[in-house]
Nanobody, 123 residues
Framework: EVHVVESGGGLVQAGGSLRLSCAAS????????IGWFRQVPGKERERVSC????????SYPDSVKGRFTIFSDNAKNTVYLQMNNLKPEDTAVYIC????????????????WGKGTLVTVSS
């Protein structure tokens, strides 16, 4: 059975840090890219990081660049998102996904999506 499970969310003050985990099982981990997305009700989902198993290249949008870092432990089939200097606007449900098209920006019906973990940043 395929599982993609996030953990590590919580409540922090602005300027604080959190580390999120994405644990995967039931599929070939290195055949996918792993992306972190965030979702706020009423707003478009935003990809905040991605790591490609093809070459290990990582990517970030300007909104989190310099504050967030994605890295992987392939032996544990786990990808982490280190979030530093958090801001209130970072408040969202953070969702991990295994991506058929790696970090190319295309969606597939065979992508695997977790249920999300809530991050709340207070002023």
């Amino acid at each position: 059975e395929v599982h993609v499970v996030e953990s590590g969310g919580g409540l922090v003050q602005a300027g604080g840090s959190l580390r999120l985990s994405c644990a995967a099982s039931g599929f070939t981990f290195d055949a996918y890219g792993i992306g972190w997305f965030r979702q706020v009700p009423g707003k478009e989902r935003e990809r905040v990081s991605c790591i490609s198993s093809i070459d290990g290249v990582t990517s970030y949008p300007d909104s989190v660049k310099g504050r967030f870092t994605i890295f992987s432990d392939n032996a544990k089939n786990t990808v982490y998102l280190q979030m530093n200097n958090l801001k209130p606007e970072d408040t969202a449900v953070y969702i991990c996904a295994a991506l058929v098209y790696f970090c190319a920006g295309f969606e597939s019906s065979m992508d695997y999506w977790g249920k999300g973990t809530l991050v709340t940043v207070s002023s």
